[in-house]
């Protein structure tokens, strides 16, 4: 009785899952919004079944998704099915949210990091340079009209800027593989983990954004990181310039989250309200000065502790 239940259960969420997975690939405006979805049924079945039931439904999805949605659908259902599965199998064990973010978005990253490298070695198709590709078409159509309105200064000036902007999105590709993965899998989990509740799955709630705080060891991460930048001048291009480059990068943006922490926990202590530093954040995110100030403060509060102090003055 136990196994038909079993059986049942999992036709059902793979039945579900391939409704999802052919609106994500034939109609791209849903899809866009769906595909999130889609480690949805993964992460039902994983958080109530053992592991060998869980690897049986992932192999079985991606035959299902093979035959209905040709071999373009395997990345999909690799991507987001494994990442699905070890979220769910975390859920069984009790993990907390982080824990499970942190899983999820390295399981992703590693789909992510080896889809690309297959479809550059094998197809010849590297979607980042197809992608700069475009930019530089685009940019060479403003250069001629800025040339054919005589202001051929401006726009060599305008050009360089962009060159050196898509030079550097070159050599951050690896922290934009990193941070995408961290954003997709958030996204699941924000959308997937309140429908789970609903199905009786014991989920932990988030823990407050003004009660965060990252480890003090990354500020010291990040000093040595600008040091290295600092002390050793790497030529670009090199192994060296792009690992500290990436490392910088990503650290960074460690130090806006940290920073916007501090906000959430500022506005909180005064009783604001709490639109104010959402508000913030969307700043933050939209313009590169409130990043910069930002990341500042995310310095200052990891340093120095700034939460802690205002306890304690309190």
Do not use: C
Not at 91 to 104: A, F
Not at 121 to 140: G, Q, R, V, W, Y
Not at 171 to 195: A, K
Not at 280 to 302: A, E, K, N, R
């Amino acid at each position: 009785m136990k196994n038909v239940r079993k059986l049942t259960e999992g036709a059902i969420l793979i039945a579900a899952f391939t409704v999802l997975l052919l609106l994500t690939i034939y109609v791209p405006v849903i899809g866009v919004v769906v595909n999130l979805f889609l480690p949805l049924p993964f992460i039902l079945f994983a958080a109530k079944n053992e592991l060998k039931s869980i690897i049986v439904f992932v192999i079985v999805s991606l035959l299902i998704s093979f035959i209905t949605g040709t071999i373009f659908a395997l990345p999909l259902t690799l991507a987001y099915g494994l990442t699905g599965a070890v979220m769910g199998y975390l859920l069984q064990k009790n993990k907390n949210r982080t824990t499970i973010l942190i899983s999820g978005s390295l399981v992703f990253l590693v789909n992510l990091v080896i889809q690309y490298i297959v479809t550059s070695a094998f197809f010849h198709f590297n979607i980042i340079d197809e992608m700069l590709k475009t930019i530089h078409d685009s940019l060479d159509m403003s250069s001629k009209m800025f040339t054919n309105m005589g202001q051929q200064q401006e726009s060599k000036k305008v050009l360089d800027q962009f060159e050196k902007g898509i030079d550097q999105i070159k050599t951050l590709v690896p922290s934009l593989f990193v941070i995408s993965s961290f954003i997709v899998v958030f996204f699941i989990q924000l959308l997937s983990l309140p429908i789970l509740k609903r199905f009786g799955i014991k989920v932990e709630n988030w823990k407050p954004m003004r009660e965060i705080s990252l480890p003090r060891s990354l500020l010291w991460y990040y000093l040595l990181a600008m040091l290295g930048n600092l002390l050793f001048h790497p030529e670009t291009g090199t192994y060296l310039y792009n690992a500290l480059q990436n490392l910088t990068y990503i650290l960074q943006m460690f130090m806006v989250f940290q920073g916007l922490t501090f906000i959430f926990y500022f506005f909180y202590k005064r009783g604001s309200q709490k639109s104010f530093p959402i508000l913030i954040s969307v700043f933050t995110i939209l313009i590169p000065l409130f990043l910069y100030i930002i990341g500042i403060l995310g310095i200052i509060d990891l340093g120095f502790g700034l939460k802690g102090r205002s306890d304690k003055k309190k």
